[in-house]
């Protein structure tokens, strides 16, 4: 199954989540990310928080909505909290993960947290159908 996770700058939401599905679900999934803005490069924040519990993102990337559009997913998870500028054939599924953005560390941990649970939480879903 071919995820794509969406923010809006693909600097911090979508690369946790890209990172989680490949980290616990490589063999079942095949993940993806992009944002709606994205940012020249992924926050040290995200690189931070990640690596403090073993999931290093410093090679991953920000990429363009446009660019990911061309490309055929199974599902698509819109973090962004923004409708999605681009059409897909794919489902979208929401996640209400406010954006940590310009915020402390903890904040940036308490998010990291969230979409973790999510991301297993899809896992699960998606692997045991």
């Not at 490069?41 to 690596?51: C, F, L, Q």
Request: charged content about 25%.
């Amino acid at each position: 199954m071919k995820i794509l996770f969406v923010c809006i700058g693909n600097a911090i939401r979508s690369q946790m989540a890209e990172a989680f599905a490949r980290s616990y679900g490589s063999d079942q999934v095949i993940p993806a990310s992009c944002g709606l803005h994205p940012a020249m490069t992924i926050d040290p924040k995200t690189v931070a928080v990640m690596s403090d519990i073993g999931i290093d993102v410093k090679d991953q990337f920000s990429k363009p909505i446009q660019l990911m559009a061309k490309m055929e997913f199974d599902l698509i998870v819109n973090i962004s909290g923004h409708p999605l500028p681009v059409p897909f054939q794919a489902p979208v599924r929401k996640w209400d993960i406010p954006d940590p953005v310009g915020k402390s560390e903890e904040e940036f941990r308490k998010t990291r947290d969230l979409i973790q649970k999510f991301t297993l939480q899809l896992l699960d879903e998606v692997t045991n159908k």
